[in-house]
């Protein structure tokens, strides 16, 4: 892959993983102010716990992204992005487009969903 494109991938992922840590930090002061709004009663508490629960299982999907983001930009900085890691044919690039934190070509992610894994 050419530094330009590599440079573009870095750029995007960055991007993303700004966003989330944004969201993150919106959501954990969200989470902190729940039920701050004067007295509750019991459902209105039951809702706010729920709520609190919903936006940690949010911030949990993000940080698994935040996870795949981190290996993409390593993977950048070691000349690896964009190889599949079970055959280690090169990805499409549109397919990096579409999923800059993808870690198998499409062939290979299909085998690996109909096997279960």
Known sequence: MKKA???FFKKKLLGIRED????AKKLQEDTYTLGTDGIQDMADAASNSYNADI?????????????EIDN?????????????????????????E??????????????IEEKGL
């Open 72 to 96: 993409a930009l390593d993977k950048i900085a070691n000349g690896t992005y964009g190889i599949c890691e079970e055959c280690e044919e090169i990805i499409n690039e549109k397919r990096l």
């Open 5 to 7: 494109r590599r440079e």
């Open 55 to 67: 936006l940690m299982s949010i911030s949990d999907n993000d940080l698994k992204l935040l996870k």
């Open 20 to 23: 989330i840590l944004s969201k």
């Open 98 to 111: 579409a999923n800059p934190v993808a870690r198998y070509c499409i062939a290979c992610k299909r085998l």
